[in-house]
Structures are given as C-alpha cells and as structure tokens.
C-alpha cells in the first residue's frame, strides 16, 4: 500500500516538501514506517545524523498519536511528530 | 465556538480582547490569562523572530480534550478561550493565548496553569528560532507520548 507521511518541525529542513510517500506491506505498522522513513533520511544524508531524531519522534493520524504496533492501513494524514515545544 | 469554548489555530494576529470578552459572564466572578510572547533571548542567542509550525487538525483535536480535562477537574462551567498562532511573529508578538472564565479566581489560575503546560508538552506545535546572526534553528522540545 501507499502510506502519505505529513512532516512537521525539524523534518521540514530535511524535507522541505512537507510530505512523503512511501510503498509498504498492506500490514505495515507504525514501526515499520519509523523504519523506513529512517532508511529515506540515511540515503539523504549518508553522513548520518536523523536516527536520533527520528527515534524521538511521534507518529501520528489526524486523531491521535499511534503507537508502535498500530496497523496503518486505512488511517487518514499520517504526520510524523518530532518533540513538540508550543506556546 | 460551541458552549463556552473556543478553540483556534490561527495566521491572523491573536486577540487578547476576543479572548477576555468570550470568557466573562454574569456568574464568572474571574477572568484568568496567559499570554505567550516571543522573547528577544534565548539561551544567550538574541532572537529576532519565530516561526510557528502546528498540525492543525489534531492540535484542536488536543486542545478539545484538554479542554474537557479542565472541566473535569475545576468545574463544567468554565469558559475556555485557547488559541495558538501559526506562521511567523516577530519580538513581542503574541503567540499564545488562553483565557478562563470562572466563578472564582482558585479554579481560573489552576486551569489556565494546567492548560498552558499541556499544550507546551501534548500540542503538535513546533518552533523555529530565527536570529540576529542570520541563522536558524528549531528548538528542542518535549517527546509526545500517547495520552
């Protein structure tokens, strides 16, 4: 399936186009699309440097934050959330 | 804007009035505010302005819940003013503002307090430090959990 993965916070320097897409098993779940958006950082930016961030991030739909066995299949805007620090 | 509540995510400046105005009452004896601003130092850097990022449909979602959390705990008929910014401000401009109508001013401090450290460590909202030197960078925040 095609997962749609909004980016926010400190993402945006690293993906400046505010969105990703990627192609994953129809029974993919949160953990697998943490892992695959690290392996897109890493071809990005082979010198490393956004495990960790990504590590410390949330994953989120437009509901609620998921955790990590959450099936994804049929969850509308998928967002991953980098540590939060509003008002 | 329903019963009481209003819950903003807005590009348009904040409205300290709108705020005070929605929450007053004939039997809110109290009227509590925070007001968030943008400083002009941070960390020994000094800031010339900063940007704003929110996702938008589940930070109302949040501030909603949080919302019903202060009722909960400090009464059902308390008026709730929440409203973030997003997009950029300058020194001084506001980026925050809650607002809490109550009976008396106990309930109104303890939930305006409650509301602004929520949505400092649950809201999906982001900032970026713009300096005098001419760099960026986004500040280190609070990891979300489940809730």
């Known amino acids: ?87 | 804007m329903t019963d009481g509540l209003h819950c903003a995510i807005s590009t348009a400046p904040l409205s300290v009035e709108a705020a005070l105005r929605f929450v007053s009452a004939p039997g809110n004896g109290a009227v509590t505010s925070f007001i968030g601003q943008v400083r002009d130092l941070n960390q020994g850097r000094a800031v010339r302005g900063v940007s704003y990022d929110v996702y938008d449909a589940l930070a109302l979602r949040g501030f909603e819940q949080l919302a019903a959390e202060a009722r909960e705990r400090w009464g059902g008929g308390l008026c709730l003013w929440l409203e973030h910014f997003k997009g950029r401000l300058e020194v001084g401009g506001v980026s925050i503002v809650i607002a809490v109508g109550s009976p008396h001013r106990d309930e109104g401090f303890q939930a305006c307090r409650y509301l602004i450290e929520e949505i400092k460590h649950r809201s999906p909202i982001w900032k970026q430090e713009h300096y005098h030197d001419g760099d960026s960078a986004w500040v280190q925040g609070h990891a979300l959990c489940r809730h």
């Open chain 1, 1 to 87: 399936m095609q997962i749609r993965l909004a980016v926010f916070g400190a993402f945006r320097g690293a993906l400046a186009q505010g969105e990703l897409e990627f192609s994953l098993p129809d029974d993919a779940r949160v953990q697998h699309l943490r892992q695959a958006l690290k392996a897109h950082l890493r071809r990005l930016h082979p010198e490393g440097g956004d495990d960790a961030l990504v590590d410390r991030s949330a994953f989120a739909d437009v509901f609620e934050v998921l955790d990590e066995e959450t099936p994804l299949a049929g969850r509308q805007g998928l967002a991953v959330l980098p540590p939060v620090c509003g008002g």
